[in-house]
C-alpha cells in the first residue's frame, strides 16, 4: 500500500487549501481513508475519513463545517478540502488507509493501518 501526500503549503487565516492524497495497493473488499495530523509538541489526531463501502465519514469537532473530505475513485485520489482555516490547523497532515468492514461505523474515529509521509500545513496569523 502506498500513500503520497500533496498541497500542503503556507497560507494565511481564513483562507483555504486543499491536501490531496495519491493511493494504491488497497486490495481490501473495503476499505477506509483518512486524514490525521500531528501539531509540534502534540499526539497525532484524526481529522476526518472516509468509508470505501457507503461514503459515511467522521470529522473531528474541530474541524466540523470547515474541512470536506471527498474522493476521486477513477483516479484513486482522496482530498481534503480545508476552508477557514487557523492557526489552530498548523500541523503535519497525513493521509492514512485501512481495511474496513461493511458493517463497521465511523463514529468513534478513523483507523489507520498505512501511512503516507504527511506534507507540511502552516497557518500564519
Known amino acids: 500500500v502506498q500513500l503520497v501526500e500533496s498541497g500542503g503549503g503556507l497560507v494565511q487565516a481564513g483562507e483555504s487549501l486543499k491536501l490531496s492524497c495519491a493511493f494504491s495497493?488497497?486490495?481490501?473488499?473495503?476499505?477506509?481513508i483518512a486524514w490525521f495530523r500531528q501539531a509540534p509538541g502534540k499526539e497525532r489526531e484524526a481529522v476526518t475519513c472516509?468509508?470505501?463501502?457507503?461514503?459515511?465519514?467522521y470529522y473531528a469537532d474541530s474541524v466540523k463545517g470547515r474541512f470536506t473530505i471527498s474522493t476521486d475513485d477513477a483516479k484513486n485520489l482522496v482530498y481534503l478540502q480545508m476552508n477557514g482555516v487557523t492557526s489552530g490547523d498548523t500541523a503535519v497532515y497525513y493521509c492514512?488507509?485501512?481495511?474496513?468492514?461493511?458493517?463497521?461505523?465511523?463514529?468513534?474515529?478513523?483507523?489507520?493501518?498505512?501511512w503516507g509521509q504527511g506534507t507540511q500545513v502552516t497557518v500564519s496569523e
Open positions: 495497493g488497497l486490495t481490501f473488499d473495503a476499505h477506509v
Open positions: 492514512a488507509a485501512a481495511p474496513f468492514p461493511y458493517y463497521a461505523a465511523l463514529d468513534v474515529g478513523c483507523p489507520g493501518d498505512y
Open positions: 472516509i468509508a470505501s463501502s457507503d461514503g459515511s465519514t
